[in-house]
């Protein structure tokens, strides 16, 4: 059973198509997030003092290079219908 209902913006599809060719697991480490969130989970660091529920979270880049330590960072904004958090 679903939660929480996960959309995207047309920029964040944009961006995501354009890192894809790139990097082809970043659809898979992202729709592991999806999950999560669907699941009701709240991943990542919550940004203080913003008024409603935003969440860092870095994903890992499985193709980087040993040393690189190059990963993503997505940032989640969490809005209810009721109010403005999750």
Not at 49 to 73: M, T
Request: overall charge positive.
């Amino acid at each position: 059973m679903k939660l929480t209902k996960v959309t995207f913006s047309d920029l964040f599809i944009n961006q995501l198509d354009r890192l894809d060719r790139k990097y082809p697991l970043i659809e898979v480490v992202v729709s592991e997030l999806v999950e999560k969130l669907e699941a009701g989970e709240r991943p990542g660091d919550k940004i203080p003092n913003v008024g409603y529920d935003v969440y860092k979270e870095g994903l890992k880049n499985h193709l980087r290079i040993a040393a690189s330590g190059v990963g993503f960072v997505l940032f989640i904004t969490c809005i209810s219908k009721m109010k403005w958090s999750c």
